[in-house]
């Protein structure tokens, strides 16, 4: 199995992008990754999207985006995870150049979901869960993780209020991303007089949905003679996925990402580090209780901690374990097929030294984790900067 | 690069299933394809299929049906590539395990898509299109094929009725598949009589949708010790995938497929093969035109003679390219992103010497091809068997 390098990024601002169709979008982004690698075109075009067929009666994305870059006639597919649609895409984007299959690949995530009334988008992310047992009974995808945060808070006994530092931070982290949907500070008082969405998720506790696309290109890395423009060589050290049950009431634990675990431990073995080797971690913050839940899964904090790293500041970029360093899915925003590749293209920057005002000092294993349905599909990424 | 090997098959019938959920299906046809191998599990799980949001409300496919066989926990996603994710996701199975990323791999194709009013389902396969510049000017995706056989006569003189033989072949052949939709043979009477579509295609011109599953699993051809039953090996000699513009309209040729060209020869100059060495082609007939189109752009006509080879009797069981050898799209059925893989499963059935009263005699070669959209994202598939 050939070892994968990424060398090339691109990104569009994650927000309401009425005046850009989603071919338009993915281009943009495709083409800032090709120039980025100081590539013409590659072999593969592989596509993370969940809802083009629903809110943009838009399927065959591979053909259609690969014609409008000029990539006609590569090989190019749509790979659909839900949320974790994106890491998704980078696996089978990996799997093709490491299996020799091609040469050179490139995963775009991308998600068009603001054009379109907020209910039907609302009802197009339910079907991330269960549509007989879970979407059917009327839960909201947004109402299935206020049960899993309802649950916590109970088993633990944390308070809602200890959950702030995670927004908090999130937002104070995309001040200076010029990708990022939210660019402004939130304060203590105003995670706590944010408006309700669902016991006890509020409007702060909640990742926005947003336009966007990203896209990395990937190679195999002995193909590499150089670093290249002085950059170090950032290669994929770890990739895994691991599925659970789609409905969270068909978890042993609701509360407990077993999928996490399981992926982030098989990247951790096949990278060779444990969790005190990892700079950074953009983990997959949808709604603030996944912080939580991630990090403990990971094995960053104990069985029911993970607030207690946020309240010590441990998840800033200052911290033991800095967290969504560019404003993670809650201020950079989450067009949600497209948010793995936004995810990997941060690592890529905090590894290259190029993340601005909030870069990580000396960060040379970054770590991303990519989650589709409330904790059903989850892959987990570990980086690694030569 | 592993050499892939495919060990098992299992497809349900092609039907109404309305007592069936799309799990259900879906895991009846992979259940019947680890049966087949003599396995109880593999390490990950490929589903190709296209409407699932849009007419099932049920997206995040992979963590759902791998928790529903009994496979929680494995690497699980679905592909999407329209009426060609089919063999996009054996494509994606093959490069897992090819890459060594896993040692075996389920490709799984499935759709459920009569439980909802044609109208929805007519609009929804209309995504296969371009959304801005095709489906947005009111045609429908029967339309589009339409237009391209209007042109195709008005190039080349045949009429309407020399198109017959495509569909009579392929009822004919289906009459004793059990998993076929449509087990009735048809007249050149019926065919002339049939009511109008959409100008020239009429309904025997035309595939029927349908809810199915078929499955087929994928091992390193290495591993296998022994031809397993006493059956041949079969083996992945070629595969490959090309794309083209989406819009039928951006293309310079509107009547000849040039990404079924493209893989086709790439698929030829691995499995080291000339169309003479082909024993069957399961192609994809989801309009009588498009058989002439596929045989044309795969070398097996000349261009514009497609018909001929089947007015000649040429692509019958006996004649020198048997095509649509258990019904094809048009008789056993196109549940859309299940088809890739029936079409796979059905080689596999004349590589083994199991198809039945339609068995071509010494198949040793098969080709498969699965089309996404009107030609624009093409997969090509050559099995050996040993």
Known sequence: MREIAIVGIGQTPVGEHWDKSLRELAGEALMSALLDAGRERVDGLFI????????????????LIADWVGLRGVEAFKVEAACGSGAASLRV??????????????????EKMTDTRGSDTTAALATAADADYEA????????????????????????????????????????????ARLR?????????????????????????????????????????????KGRPKVVIAGSATSTDALAVHDRPDPIWLSAAERSAQRAYAQAGVTPNDI???????????????????????????GPRLALDGEITPAGRIPITTLGGLKARG?????????????????????????????AKTGMAQNIGGSGATIVTHILKAY
């Open 184 to 228: 402004e500070t939130i304060s203590e008082k105003d995670y706590h007089k944010a408006r309700m969405v669902a016991d006890p998720i509020n409007l702060l506790d909640a990742s926005p949905i947003g336009d966007g696309a990203a896209a990395v290109v990937v190679v195999p890395a002995q193909s590499l003679r150089t670093n290249g």
């Open 334 to 362: 989450h067009p949600v097929g497209a948010t793995g590749i936004y995810q990997i293209a941060e690592v890529v920057q905090q590894l290259r030294g190029e993340a601005g005002p909030t870069q990580i000092d000396g």
């Open 93 to 110: 984007a990996m799997m093709a150049v490491s299996s020799g299959e091609m040469d050179s690949a490139i995963a775009l995530g991308v």
């Open 48 to 63: 993370g999207n969940m809802l083009s067929g629903m809110v943009n009666r838009q399927e065959n994305l591979g053909a």
């Open 279 to 305: 700079d950074l971690f953009e983990l997959h913050d949808a709604f603030s209780i996944m912080s939580a839940l991630s990090l403990e899964a990971c094995g960053f904090a104990e069985r029911g901690q």
């Open 136 to 179: 059917a009974m009327g839960l909201s995808f947004v109402a299935i993780n206020a049960l899993v945060m309802q649950r916590y808070l109970y088993e633990y006994g944390w308070k809602h209020t200890d959950f702030a530092p995670f927004s908090i931070n999130a937002h104070s982290n995309a001040m200076h991303n010029p990708f």
